[in-house]
């Protein structure tokens, strides 16, 4: 049969009908396919391909990294956008924001050809020291799951699958492959599960990628528990689960795998080749009914993301345009965060200067992220030198001898280099390497006006130094565009609004992960002993002052908060509550405050952290400008996981309401009743 005759048969299989319900195309295609098939669908081919069935015109299903941008050979030969890191992206608090990055690098999936983006990474930051806190969002389950969910539905927008990763509690890399993460169910549920949950119950993210680690002894790749029990029965994930890239290596066997639903065994067949699970199968091992489950699955991802569709009638993809790059930017510019502004010593008058020293390693220095999954090459990026030589053209001088600037710019920070922030090792230190802290230590004395500028994308300790300067701004690794919007925040041109998704620690053994060595990085087992008092829910319930807090970062004006109400006091069962408050812009620039909401279990039967985030909003207020903002809260807010009885509960009795700039910022607040 020739090829043309045989793509006229197979269209008019009731597979092919796109007016078909998706579940009737499934079943049919799913009775057309051998043993030998499916087992063969499951199992990857070159790298980013789940293998084509020309028999039946299903083409690859291919897949790319990563969580900033798309990234499809290791030359570079295919360029793309290079959007801001995860973490500052999350800095933004901002999930239309989000959502929008998720379609336009949903569209660039769709440009090379390819169907699913192996991103959002959404674990949780445990430790500052982990290679990949660049890479994931934030340290609150909250924050993270509402950011989660806006990126799931934004790639998802243009029919292209979301891969959420690494499931779950791969959150060091020390040990990756081996590693098990010992942990209660009240953390699972209460902080490790949260954004994952709601990526696959708000968002019906089409894929989850398994994690390397054990969880409590048991790989995530043959976690019966975890993916059949939690994923799909409880939580009722319709996709499919596929392995990290290696992750079946150490598992038991074929079967514990299949079994456990995994459907996708990547880059290249290992416990998936065709031998063993032919053996596996005759011997006994699964059923045909398991394996059609796990397959069922695949085929369900591939018709919703048009695999068999008429190109012409999926949406359109697009690449390097100038509206990406501008998305890129503007995540920048809303994630950068200014830490500290002694004397309003930003945002620099440009009218003002004549000399200009702009020195440090990151000054002149690209970003672009070049290790692990991350990994990508776009078509340019403007370094911080460039953007601000452009700024400065004609007007100021720069020059790179503090003494005779009148403001001096150290871009200072880490790498995108293994043992720093980079996947596959986790950092050596969570210094600054030390001629970086001599530099700044040198040059405040040489020029009291000089400004730290961080390129880095985790927290780090600046006791040494923080304290002698008056202005440090953390700019994260920001992109393709990242010099331009450190530019537009240095001079005033972008108001900072960013705020740390994280906590900045003075040391790291205030960190809830560095106790002992049994809490990190372990050893076969690392203990979250911690349980839920993760990061912020740790320094205040255990009272550690901070460098800088969780949901920290300031603005060039001043918010003032005033009026805070509730349309009820008392609650019961299932009822909401509005609270709002007026947020007053009472300094002289317009600017965005992200209001924060946290909730404080006045008195429980179990212990719970001093406060927890519960809402957020961003609101924009030219000077004196005044708004109204409202938060709805349910007894959903208000509860906690009971390990007792193996389910959420909300306690009755008094709940604070703590509303503010930051956590440790609370500016106003009241009380609330739960009745039960
Ligand atoms: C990483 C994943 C990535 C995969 C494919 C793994 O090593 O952990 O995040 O998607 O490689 O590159």
Redesign the pocket.
Known sequence: MSKETRKTELSKLPFMDSSLDIEKRIEDLLKRLNLYEKFKLCAGRRVWYAPPIRRLGIKSFEMH??PHGVRVDTEGKIQSTYFPSTICRAATWNPELSKEFGLAIAQEVRDVGAHML??P?INIQRTPMCGRTFEYQTEDPYLNKKLAVAVVEGVQSQRIAA?I??FIC?NQETNRFTVSSEISERALQEIYYSAFKAAVQDADAWSI?SS?NKINGIYASEHKHLLREVLMNKWGFRGFVVS???ATRATTSTESSINAGLTLE??TPNKYSLTKMKQAFEEGKFTEEVLNENVRRLLRVMFLVGLFDDEDSLPQGSRNTSEHQLLARKIAEEGIVLLKNERNILPLNIEKLKKIAVIGPNANKKTFLGA??STNFPPYEIKPIDGIREKCKGRVEIIDSPVEADVTLIFAGLKHERGMDA??EDKKSFNLPSNQIELISKTIKENPNTIVILINGSPISMNEWINKVPAVIEAWYGGMESGNAITNILFGEINPSGKLPITFPKKLSDSPAHVSERTYPGDEKVFYDEGIFVGYRHFDTRNIEPLFPFGHGLSYTKFSYENFKVNKEKISGDETIIVSVDVINSGEYSGTEVVQLYIQDVECSVERPLKELKGFKRIKLKPNERKTIKFELKKEDLSFFDEKNNCWKAEKGLFNILIGSSSRDIRIQGEIEYLG
């Open positions: 990294d990563g192996l991103a990474g891969c990763k690494h791969n990628m390397y990290d890239w290696g990547m880059p692990g999954s996947e596959g």
